[in-house]
Nanobody, 123 residues
Framework: QVQLVESGGGLVQAGGSLRLSCAAS????????MGWFRQAPGKERELVAA????????YYADSVKGRFTISRDNTENTVYLQMNSLKPEDTAVYYC????????????????WGQGTQVTVSA
């Protein structure tokens, strides 16, 4: 497993932007696909975006396509989530997660999780 620490959350007005970062340590970062999940109060955790080990394959939930961008820097052991045109419905705790498998579409595949960072979008 890897240890993951998220940062970059906060309070922003609708239409604004935030950039989340997730720093990894403990194992070879490039061996892992990475994902960003979010969980709003009373809702299930959902996959927002994911990226494979090399960065040449990405997944986005329909709700964030065209607004969010996931990227990674394997030299810095960090994965990012650039969030633009934020909406109140993006309000949630955002979690970074790592999976050693090539299939990164479900939470069950991930074996390492960060502690989460709160993102709040005001109307």
């Amino acid at each position: 497993q890897v240890q993951l620490v998220e940062s970059g959350g906060g309070l922003v007005q609708a239409g604004g932007s935030l950039r989340l970062s997730c720093a990894a340590s403990g194992r070879t970062f490039k061996n892992y696909a990475m994902g960003w999940f979010r969980q709003a109060p009373g809702k299930e955790r959902e996959l927002v975006a994911a990226i494979n080990w090399s960065g040449d394959s990405r997944y986005y939930a329909d709700s964030v396509k065209g607004r969010f961008t996931i990227s990674r820097d394997n030299t810095e052991n960090t994965v990012y989530l650039q969030m633009n045109s934020l909406k109140p419905e993006d309000t949630a705790v955002y979690y970074c997660a790592a999976t050693p498998t090539a299939y990164y579409y479900t939470a069950a595949e991930y074996n390492s999780w960060g502690q989460g960072t709160q993102v709040t979008v005001s109307a």
